[in-house]
């Protein structure tokens, strides 16, 4: 028989013990720091081990830039203001794409993980469950980025240059656009219990924000109705400035920089690329916030 | 066999070998009923760490749940018998803070469930009916992750890491991946990973369901062996008779109610009687000679007229003279737990079982659907 000292309360209760105490403490911002970081961390894990899902997500993306851009750049050729190819064009659209379904298909592996896997060991943990939605939202984004780093390499067969500072800026909305799509995915899995539901209503909500993202066609000169729908779409507050990077760093006469990437506008009035990008940012913690909510709510 | 055990594998004295991290979980000492460990000689009964009064539960129209009232002391291991779908699960779900029940209080180690969740969730283990591994990680892998979630201190991980892998023989496996582990060693696995905090109860949710028979007896040596050496209160649910054995007193619950609470010893002897199965002609008429030559109350279970009678063997040969229906074998035993819960439920676990089977297949066709 082993004799353990108890800080507490010494001598009577430790002397059937005969394993090693350990101390749980209780909460504290450092505790919740660490499971941020498991959270995190196993995200990544998951990435790294599963090669086929980051190779399968990059089929779309190369699909629409490869097969569609050069498709049509076939057709617009010769209409493109300043000689652009049409695959440049629709590069940063297609950049944003590449990250959609990584970020939304790793917020859905909760629905998948809170019946049957991991997220459960970590429900029942000492730990708060903003902790494991802010590590969730953290890990979405950081593999979404890793997917969109992996296409970024891409970007001189779209004749984008590989110029320091746009790629930086580049990353950096990307980082922005993955954490608002995972926030958005998870906010929808906390609700939902059934994989294929999930998969059936990201799919069905996927397509239109992309299509309306002005991802392939500029954002001016639109009929009224579509205008209104490019303008609700969160998607189009990526594009935007991210279009608007890449038009920035290519040498273009001002009169087609203004036709291709016109920048955005509500009635008018010019959105700035800081409070484009600030609205993405508020909608995805403002997600992520209510998806908090939701699983605080035990059953 | 956990003497040899322990002098195969002898563990360094834990307070020489991680000194300064023995200390207590210290919510437990400010909470409003501090707990302490089953009284070795030192004084008092042990203190009650699971308390349940008219815990309900309810799913919509479903009632899974309905008036549990229940105590276990420190140092027991407590079993909930029942079929599938009685309401086990779902209690386990409130006790250990995963589900909000409808009415009535839970107290977990001297903390309530609904109030103090935090509190009760470090000072419980617990172990899934379904397997809650990540396959992605090693053994080690996942142990530390767990250490991590609650915040063991890092100079106390290790050892404790290799005593409870020890325990459960799998630290020669540590760093295999835990997709390779068979479903057995994954079990093992979880057991060692829900005792790494050194929690006050291990919760084991149908420990050994699924498993061979040899598996299951080697699941339970490790139980066995982990109650000599822990300072624990284990809370087991199970639908198989044989491991309600193990327990020191079973709780028998079905349709949400807890019928009978009591050592198995003393729920076997309160049956008093023997059971009688016997095989007939002509069931219906061998049931209804029963009542009305014997005045005895006989039902088909398990596709064999049973009845319950006391001193069965000196009854046999009364029924070969007396019922006047052919019989084509006979077959006496001794009280089991199988009669205790027929006696309380009026049916078989196995009869019970096939509703049960129906709501499994269900969860199978939902399981299928998610992938």
């Not at chain 1, 939605?133 to 953290?138: D, N, P, S």
């Not at chain 1, 069905?204 to 993202?213: A, D, T, W």
């Not at chain 2, 002898?10 to 991680?18: E, N, W, Y």
């Not at chain 2, 198995?264 to 002897?269: C, D, H, M, T, W």
Request: aromatic share 8%.
């Amino acid at each position: 028989m082993t004799m353990v000292t108890d800080t507490a309360t010494p001598a009577t209760e430790s002397a059937i013990v005969e394993s090693i105490r350990v101390a749980v403490p209780s909460h504290g911002l450092q505790h919740d720091l660490r499971a941020i970081s498991i959270v995190w961390r196993r995200e990544l894990i998951r990435f790294r081990t599963d090669r086929l899902r980051a190779v399968t997500a990059l089929v779309q993306p190369v699909l629409f830039l490869f097969i569609l851009g050069t498709g049509l750049s076939s057709l617009a050729g010769r209409g493109m203001p300043g000689n652009v190819d049409f695959k440049t064009f629709i590069y940063p659209g297609v950049l944003a794409m590449s990250v959609l379904f990584t970020a939304i298909f790793s917020a859905g592996s909760i629905v998948w993980d809170r019946e049957f896997g991991f997220l459960r060991e970590i429900l029942v943990a000492p730990v708060s469950r903003a902790s494991i939605v802010i590590g969730k939202c953290l890990g979405g984004a950081t593999i979404a980025t890793f997917q969109g780093i992996v296409f970024l390499a891409l970007a001189g067969f779209a004749h984008v240059p590989y110029n320091p500072v746009l790629l930086l800026t580049l990353v950096g909305e990307l980082l922005l656009l993955s954490f608002t799509l995972t926030a958005f995915g998870v906010m929808m899995a906390a609700r939902i219990t059934q994989f294929q539901a999930f998969m059936a209503l990201t799919q069905m909500l996927v397509m239109p924000l992309f299509f309306l993202s002005g991802a392939l066609y500029p954002l001016s000169g639109l009929p009224g109705w579509l205008t209104i729908l490019t303008r609700i779409d969160p998607l189009t507050y990526v594009v935007g400035p991210m279009r608007h990077a890449v038009f920035s760093h290519l040498n273009l006469p001002v009169a087609a920089q203004h036709l291709l990437a016109p920048g955005l506008t509500w009635a008018g009035w010019p959105v700035p690329v800081w409070l484009s990008l600030g609205i993405v940012a508020v909608m995805g913690l403002a997600m992520m916030t209510i998806a908090i909510e939701q699983f605080r709510k035990t059953e | 066999m956990s003497p040899t055990v322990r002098s195969q594998n002898p563990i360094p004295a834990p307070a020489r070998l991680v000194p300064g991290v023995t200390v207590s979980i210290p919510a437990r000492t400010t909470g409003s009923q501090p707990l302490t460990v089953a009284a070795d000689g030192a004084g008092g009964a042990p203190r009650p760490v699971i308390e349940v009064s008219g815990l309900a539960k309810r799913y919509g129209e479903v009632e899974a749940v309905r008036g549990i009232d229940l105590t276990v002391l420190a140092g027991e291991t407590f079993g909930f018998l029942g079929p599938n779908g009685a309401g086990k699960t779902t209690t386990i779900k409130i006790l250990c803070t995963l589900a909000k029940a409808t009415s009535g209080t839970a107290r977990v180690a001297g903390f309530d469930t609904a109030t103090q969740r935090d509190a009760v969730r470090r000072n419980i283990g617990l172990v899934f009916q379904d397997t809650t591994l990540d396959g992605y990680l090693t053994a080690a892998q996942n142990l530390r992750f767990h250490a991590e979630l609650y915040g063991v201190p890092k100079d106390a991980v290790l050892p404790r890491m290799r005593q409870v892998l020890d325990m459960v023989g799998l630290w020669d496996r540590k760093d295999s991946l835990v997709s390779t582990f068979s479903g057995g060693m994954q079990r093992r696995l979880e057991i060692a990973r829900g005792l790494l905090h050194a929690p006050h109860v291990l919760f084991l949710d149908e420990p050994t369901v699924g498993l061979d028979p040899q598996t299951r007896s080697s699941i339970w040596a490790y139980i066995n062996e982990l109650k000599g050496r822990e300072d624990i209160t284990i809370f087991l649910t199970t639908h198989y008779m044989d491991e309600a054995e193990h327990c020191d007193r079973i709780a028998i619950i079905d349709h949400g109610q807890i019928v009978a609470i009591d050592t198995p010893e003393a729920l076997k002897a309160s049956i008093g009687k023997d059971r009688v199965q016997i095989q007939t002609a002509d069931d219906q008429a061998a049931i209804t000679a029963l009542a009305g030559t014997f005045g005895l109350d006989a039902a088909v279970h398990e596709g064999a007229v049973t009845f319950s009678v006391a001193s069965g063997e000196q009854f046999v040969p009364r029924l070969f003279t007396e019922l006047g229906v052919p019989i084509r074998s006979v077959s006496v035993s001794r009280p089991s737990l199988d009669d205790v819960f027929m006696s309380y439920t009026g049916k078989t676990i196995r009869d019970a079982e096939v509703s049960g089977t129906d709501a499994m297949r269900q969860m199978a066709a939902r399981f299928r659907g998610r992938r």
